[in-house]
């Protein structure tokens, strides 16, 4: 079993940066691929990003490529989301995931989910 926390959202302005982090506990973390998702109000919950085990292999949304990056640190259990730029459209309660492959992951097959974080941009 795998617990994730997010932390890292608030309130921001267009064009501000924000960085989340997801915090895993339980089993060894450093097995599984890691991402990102987002969850707009009224919306369908939609791939953001994700990482390989290594940290080797990212991948993105398009809606979000160039701006934000992913990261990963195996001895700190810990995947972060640096968001630069940011848009009003990037409003969302964004989630961390776990799971076999960025493959997967990207199809949103994650075997291990966080509660969320909310992200606010104000225009």
């Known amino acids: 079993q795998v617990q994730l926390v997010e932390s890292g959202g608030g309130l921001v302005q267009a064009g501000d940066s924000l960085r989340l982090s997801c915090a895993a506990s339980g089993r060894v973390f450093s097995s599984y691929a890691s991402g990102w998702f987002r969850q707009a109000p009224g919306k369908e919950r939609e791939f953001v990003s994700a990482i390989s085990v290594s940290g080797g292999i990212t991948s993105y949304a398009d809606s979000v490529k160039g701006r934000f990056t992913i990261s990963r640190d195996n001895a700190k259990n810990t995947v972060y989301l640096q968001m630069n730029s940011l848009k009003p459209e990037d409003t969302a309660v964004y989630s961390c995931?776990?799971?076999?492959?960025?493959?997967?992951?990207?199809?949103?097959?994650?075997?291990?989910w966080g509660q969320g974080t909310q992200v606010t941009v104000s225009s």
């Open positions: 995931a776990a799971g076999s492959s960025t493959v997967t992951l990207r199809a949103a097959r994650g075997d291990y």
